[in-house]
């Protein structure tokens, strides 16, 4: 009820009037039955220009940092994530990471559609990074397509570290349903898992025209911090690298 109520009643109509969001594709949006959404990740508001074009709810697995704030600001976060019906997920690795999986397998065997961002966290610079191989094995296990979703213009109005976010035109654009079924069987497979990913993460780049940069986002958001330099001098030169 309160992501019905946000959508359409009290944030959903600020942000159509505001940042005009235009569609592209939206005939490739599933209209029934499990899918995952994988998208490129550029901006917190990714999160709510996505869900506000389609028919249906999306499920995204959030990280759990957005349940445990303190303060009036962490309760009224965890109150919208709740009601929104995100997911909380531990990003550390490891154990987590499996449980994270057999989160989003539900949800799926559930026949909803789970949103998913294949780099794991937010872009720093506006370059799209190297997908995880979690999307991989969701997608083969549970036996579903993977709808690719590029989200354009969304750093541009708020990048990270930006609570604000400035007046632009948005767009979401879908690709055509990515169609697994060939690896049956082989979720097991590192080297297949690792091609999977890389075939959504071409598709995100196609349909984004973001520069792709072959190393983890986390990795870059390390090298930035690391060297001091600003972002897209930083991007220029782990291209090179």
């Not at 190393?215 to 090179?240: C, F, H, N, P, W």
């Amino acid at each position: 009820m309160l992501y019905l109520f946000l959508k359409h009643v009290l944030i959903g109509p600020w942000l159509k009037i505001l940042w005009r969001p235009w569609v592209e594709g939206l005939e490739n949006f599933p209209t029934e039955g499990a899918a995952i959404i994988a998208s490129n990740h550029l901006s917190f508001s990714d999160s709510f220009f996505c869900p506000l074009v389609v028919p249906r709810h999306i499920t995204f697995l959030a990280k759990s940092d957005y349940f445990t704030g303190r303060g009036l600001k962490g309760r009224l976060t965890k109150w919208f994530f709740n009601g929104v019906g995100q997911v909380p997920v531990d990003r550390s690795g490891g154990r987590a990471s499996e449980a994270a999986l057999r989160t989003g397998l539900r949800v799926l065997g559930e026949g909803h559609l789970l949103g998913i961002y294949p780099e794991g966290t937010r872009s720093p610079n506006g370059n799209l990074y190297r997908g995880k191989t979690g999307i991989a094995r969701m997608a083969l296990e549970a036996e579903v397509n993977v709808i690719p979703v590029a989200m354009i213009n969304t750093f541009e109005i708020q990048p990270p570290g930006t609570i604000r976010p400035r007046l632009h035109r948005v767009g979401i654009r879908f690709g055509t349903p990515l169609d697994f079924s060939r690896y049956e069987g082989m979720e097991d497979d590192r080297f297949v898992l690792r091609s999977v990913t890389d075939e959504v993460m071409y598709e995100l780049m196609s349909l984004s025209g973001q520069e792709y940069v072959d190393m983890y986002a986390t990795r870059a958001k390390e090298l930035i911090a690391e060297g001091g330099m600003a972002d897209s001098q930083a991007s220029v030169d782990m291209g090179r690298g």
